[in-house]
Nanobody, 116 residues
Framework: QVRVVESGGGLVQPGGSLRLSCAASGTGFSILVMGWYRQAPGQQRELVATITSGGSTKYEDSAKGRFTISRDSAKNTVYLQMNSLKPEDTAVYYC??????????WGQGTQVTVSS
């Protein structure tokens, strides 16, 4: 069993920054990919960014140039640095952990609200 816990959400003004963190814990697992999805009210959950065990990254178009995903493999932790935030970035952000064996695990989500 793998536990996934996010932190770092909150309220920020437009143009501001936030850094989300996600830590995976448990025993006997190997992570392939870690990433972030988000879900705004009334919308489907959408991919924001992912990073592989080798460090390859992928971003949703609106996140490119503003968000940076990074990973500390020794700590099984992934980060999402979000700059130049816009009101349309408001959503619950979910961390996903894809295991080499055992499928996907999701965190409980962290709220990000961008508003003046």
């Amino acid at each position: 069993q793998v536990r996934v816990v996010e932190s770092g959400g909150g309220l920020v003004q437009p143009g501001g920054s936030l850094r989300l963190s996600c830590a995976a814990s448990g025993t006997g697992f190997s992570i392939l990919v870690m990433g972030w999805y988000r879900q705004a009210p009334g919308q489907q959950r959408e991919l924001v960014a992912t990073i592989t065990s080798g460090g390859s990254t992928k971003y949703e178009d609106s996140a490119k140039g503003r968000f940076t995903i990074s990973r500390d493999s020794a700590k099984n932790t992934v980060y999402l640095q979000m700059n130049s935030l816009k009101p349309e970035d408001t959503a619950v952000y979910y961390c996903i952990v894809n295991l080499r064996i055992g499928g996907n695990y999701w965190g409980q989500g962290t709220q990000v609200t961008v508003s003046s």
